[in-house]
């Protein structure tokens, strides 16, 4: 009997109706040979990722043109079924993780093996290193040019990104200042190593940043935006650097204008500076950070916090996605495939 199945299962865009469960179907795709230079993967899991996936069914990624049928998922964890001519030092049955667009809800896939990054197993608890750690590590090093013993504010601190961003942060012997809107999450942030917890629907945000940290924040690290964001801009230190990491309050809604005194006034003096931060510009930093948050996990240093809710099978990606978007999660959301 053949090992591989003649046809198998994934998700696309059917119709761009700009919500994920109205505009996804699982469909079947026709089984096909690697490649030279290709592997097949039989994926495991799959990482969620609300924001991105919701943003392609409404044809918002600046860098994608949607056009139905389209490919979903980003990232996958699984094992390698089959290896095209020219591959060296992979082998059938390595467990790997893979960053592409189209490739992670989806039960088999083939990969470039220049995209597949060897693991020891194909557990979800990688997700949240590949890609999720790695945009944490980059942003935060590269763009937020983190250096040792300073101040960081981290907003949606216990998420998949934020809480990669709080643990980076505490290794290099900052001060971390984790913001939630949830009660419940403020001792997972203290678990974390989270030196001040703040629940923004709670505390005043601007308010408590300006009482107890009168010389400011060094890094701001923001994937919420709104008046998270404007608290942050407000606390910036001499020489403090706000990243743009996401505006997970407001992205899909419409533009909101509002009138504030023009940013040069708040950043000039202080030196202060605020940048935008999209993974997909860096790549020249990849190879480094999974290759030290692989390592950092695997000695232990990193916690992967994986959200406990189940999400099985292809057909509960919508629920995924929708979990996500509640903002009930803790850590990463993965859907099991297989
Ligand atoms: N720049 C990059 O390259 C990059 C890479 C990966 C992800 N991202 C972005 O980073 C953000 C986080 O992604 P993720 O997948 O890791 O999600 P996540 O942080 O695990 O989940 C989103 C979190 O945001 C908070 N939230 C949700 N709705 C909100 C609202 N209306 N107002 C305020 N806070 C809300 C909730 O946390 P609390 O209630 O605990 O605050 C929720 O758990 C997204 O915007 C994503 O697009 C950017």
């Known amino acids: 009997m053949n090992r591989f199945p003649d046809r198998y299962r994934k998700v696309v865009i059917a119709e761009l109706t700009g919500d994920f469960r109205s505009s996804t179907r699982v469909v079947e795709e026709a089984w096909s040979d690697p490649g030279p230079g290709e592997v097949v993967i039989r994926n495991r899991w799959a990482g969620c990722n609300a924001i991105f996936d919701k943003n392609l069914c409404r044809n918002k990624i600046r860098y994608v043109d949607v056009k139905p049928p389209f490919d979903m998922g980003i990232e996958s964890v699984g094992e390698i079924v089959a290896i095209g001519a020219g591959v060296t030092g992979l082998q059938d049955g390595d467990p790997v993780a893979v960053t592409k667009l189209g490739s992670g809800y989806r039960e088999y896939q083939r990969a470039p093996a220049s995209r597949v990054v060897r693991i020891r197993e194909a557990t979800p608890e990688i997700l949240t290193l590949i890609p999720t750690g790695i945009s944490a590590m980059v942003g935060l090093e590269r763009v937020g040019d983190l250096r040792g013993g300073e101040t960081v504010a981290v907003s949606a601190a216990a998420g998949g990104l934020g809480h990669m961003v709080v643990q980076i942060a505490k290794l290099a012997g900052c001060h971390v200042i984790g913001i939630t809107g949830d009660e419940s999450k403020l001792e997972l942030l203290r678990q974390l190593g989270v030196d001040r917890p703040i629940n923004h629907r709670r505390e005043d945000l601007q308010a408590v940043l300006a009482a107890e940290y009168p010389r400011g924040l060094d890094i701001a690290y923001d994937s919420v935006g709104g008046t998270v964001f404007d608290a942050f801009l407000e606390n ?45 510009a860096f790549p020249e930093f990849f190879d480094d950070a999974a290759r030290r948050i692989l390592q950092l996990y695997y000695s232990g240093r990193l916690r992967a916090l994986v959200d406990p809710t189940p999400f099985v099978g292809l057909e509960s990606t919508a629920d995924a996605v929708e979990h996500l978007l509640s903002g009930r999660n803790r850590g990463k959301v993965a859907v099991r495939i297989g």
């Open 236 to 280: 910036l230190a001499h020489r403090g650097r706000l990243v743009i990491s996401g505006h997970t309050s407001d992205f899909d809604q419409a533009i909101e204008n509002v009138a504030q005194p023009r940013i040069y006034r708040k950043l000039y003096w202080k030196s202060a500076s605020v940048r935008g931060f999209q993974n997909q």
